[in-house]
C-alpha cells in the first residue's frame, strides 16, 4: 500500500480543539478517517517549528489519499502538505529505467 507523510499547521482555532480534546483524541480520529478510506495510520507525531504534527499514513491509492487531504484542509482547522513516500526498492527499480532527456537550451 502507498505510504505517505502528511506535515501541518494549526490554525488559532485548530489549536484550541487540540487543548480542549488533547493529542489522544486527535490521533484516534486520524486512524478512524483513515479506516473508512481503506488507510493506516503507521505514526503520528507532534513537534516544534514550522510543522505542529507529522504523520505517516498507508492509503489504498493516490485518490483517497487526495481525498483525505482536501477533508482536512477544507475543515480550516489545519494547513498541511502531503508527500508521497517511496521504498528504496521503488528508488532502486527507478535507477533502472533511463528516460529519454534533453536539458534546457541544449
Do not use: H, Q
Not at 478510506?37 to 499514513?57: A, P, R
Amino acid at each position: 500500500m502507498p505510504k505517505y507523510m502528511w506535515t501541518g499547521s494549526y490554525t488559532t482555532e485548530g489549536t484550541k480543539g487540540v487543548i480542549a480534546e488533547g493529542g489522544s483524541s486527535r490521533k484516534a480520529v486520524v486512524e478512524k478517517m483513515l479506516a473508512t478510506m481503506g488507510g493506516k495510520l503507521e505514526s503520528f507525531y507532534f513537534s516544534f517549528g514550522t510543522d505542529d504534527v507529522v504523520i505517516i499514513v498507508d492509503a489504498p491509492d493516490n485518490v483517497s489519499a487526495a481525498a483525505v487531504g482536501l477533508t482536512v484542509a477544507a475543515s480550516g482547522a489545519v494547513r498541511g502538505k502531503m508527500t508521497v513516500l517511496l521504498t528504496v526498492e521503488e528508488i532502486d527499480k527507478a535507477t533502472k529505467i533511463s528516460p529519454t532527456y534533453r536539458v534546457p537550451g541544449a
